[in-house]
């Protein structure tokens, strides 16, 4: 939680620089990520949990990406490949250099970002923030070439013979999933990623009036607001369970119905409507959740003769993408899953093929950016003790490495209050649905102190490693691990100290009230080398605390 008190505090440079150190993406997760991690958050025992992401993006606007320290690099002579520019590449890529390897990336499209900047819609994420923290990541000395597919123009031979010592394949899932229905190859169907990637990406608009999106997860949610703002009067989210079941954030559901997209649950389509060749229509069939599937959620079951039409002149469906491996198949044989992800090994992140690593989507299918973040930090590891040969040595050691589990670290404090959890403020729906400015309009400064002020450290220290800044000796090893050490002595001293004495009640002493009455233990304090005074015996000021002026005439004990 150390950005927390950083904003708290008020310093945001110093949130912004820790938060980077995990996160090469602070703006952008600050903005699109479903915060999973409030989940676990200590503070909804009191009252809500804190708004992590929130002030994760407020800290990343509010402080400068130029001035985030970078590690002193000892360059190495060795290269990786990271192919695909989306979060996953690019915490390969960011981190990687930060180890002194030479790094190139390799995008298929004009720009890099990936599904960031395809899929994302600009009032979620505006690309000058995207830009501005992908510029931040390649000023590190990071290669970047554009328009290159690999598995076409680029091979795994070209790489080897090129010299790089590891490749990560970092491409995501842009392929979109056939709904196998028929007339789908109509006119005015495209699939929900072509259609963003249209809009988002080229800058193009083919939208028609009256739409029907036809799945129930963001990249629908994200279509269907898409549309309204491209210019159709009419837009039509169609799912095959209820609303309960919706895998979509609440709050993109919400922010849809607000911009009057309108929903029709339980309902599958059968086939696509046509005349000359063009869509007017969807025919569906009504279900009843029947009981659950794999994924627990309960199974939509037909009902006999409830099919209808849903009049409409463009359908966009998206229902799942995967990833597109088959040019890369042609010449490398890369062992795949069930769903056609990359089967890798759940500890290094290698694939089938030695010395080529993976993870995000191409893994995992569809996820989260939080979650391809995380996952290429693993590959991180990975790669590095791959290219110094210590591959066999880090597997036995991810294998021994105990699960640390903290959420008893600290109680929730007694005297905790509740306190109303701040929440953005939105542009109106009415304006919002009508251009791609931002919706989400964040914190102010009073605010976002505020919400930060109510973390109650449950985590212990909060990793700021500003003792390590202030420590002039030196002496701190803020990544040392904790040791349990057997020493062989003859005797033991107990010397544990003792609660000290309040001595605010002792009114007569006036300690609290004047500002030279100090307890015993402050006057060591500032008598100490490491003190406020350096040792040096000064007076404080009566009017201000922390100013010393001349050494005192005379101390009472």
Known sequence: ??????????????????????????????????????????????????????????????????????????????????????????????????KGFQITIFEQMEKPGGMLRSGIPDYRLPPAILDQEIDHILSTGIDLKTGVEFGRNL???????????????????????????????????????????????????????????????????????????????????????????????????????????????????????VENGHVVGIEVIKNELGPPDDSGRRRPVPIENSDYVINCDMIIPAIGQRAETANLLKETDFALTKWGTFNVNPITMETSVNGVFSAGDAVTGPATVVEAIAAGHKAVKAIERYLNDEMEKFIEEQKEKPIEDKRDFARVPKDAQPVKRVESTFLEPSVRRKNFEEVDCSFDEESAQKEAEKCINCGGCCECKLCVEQ????????????????????????????????????????????????????????????????????????????????PPKSVAI
């Open 155 to 273: 091979t795994l031979s070209d790489l080897n013979a090129e010299g790089y010592g590891a490749i990560f394949l970092g491409i995501g899932t842009h392929k979109p999933i056939s709904m196998g229905i028929d007339n789908e190859e109509a006119d005015g169907v495209i699939d929900a990623v072509p259609f963003l990637r249209n809009i988002n990406f080229e800058r193009t608009n083919d939208t028609r009036k009256r739409v029907a999106v036809i799945g129930g997860g963001n990249v629908a949610m994200d279509a269907a607001r898409v549309a309204l703002r491209s210019g159709a009067d009419e837009v039509t989210v169609v799912y095959r369970r209820t609303e309960n079941e919706m895998p979509a954030d609440h709050e993109e559901i919400v922010g849809a119905k607000e911009e009057g997209v309108k929903f029709i649950n339980l309902v599958s389509p059968k086939q696509v409507m």
């Open 1 to 98: 939680q150390g950005y927390v008190q950083m904003v708290k505090t008020g310093n945001y440079q110093q949130a912004l620089n820790i938060i980077m150190e995990r996160i090469p993406l602070p703006g952008t997760l600050g903005r699109v990520c479903p915060h999973p991690c409030e989940n676990e958050c200590r503070r909804a025992e009191v009252d809500s949990p804190i708004a992590i992401r929130d002030l994760k993006r407020f800290a990343a606007d509010h402080a400068d990406l130029a001035k985030v320290p970078i590690p002193e690099v000892q360059e190495k002579d060795k290269k990786v490949a990271v192919i695909g520019s989306g979060p996953a590449g690019l915490t390969v890529a960011y981190y990687l250099r930060q």
């Open 471 to 550: 420590c002039q000796a030196k002496a701190i090893d803020h990544e040392m691990p904790d040791k349990i050490q057997q020493v062989e002595v003859g005797s033991v001293i107990v010397a544990t100290g003792f609660d000290p004495l309040d001595p605010t009640p002792m009114k007569q002493y006036g300690y609290g009230k004047y500002t030279n009455v100090l307890t015993n233990l402050e006057f060591e304090r500032i008598s100490n080398a490491t003190g406020p005074t350096s040792g040096k015996l000064l007076k404080r000021d009566l009017n201000d605390p922390l100013k010393y002026t001349d």
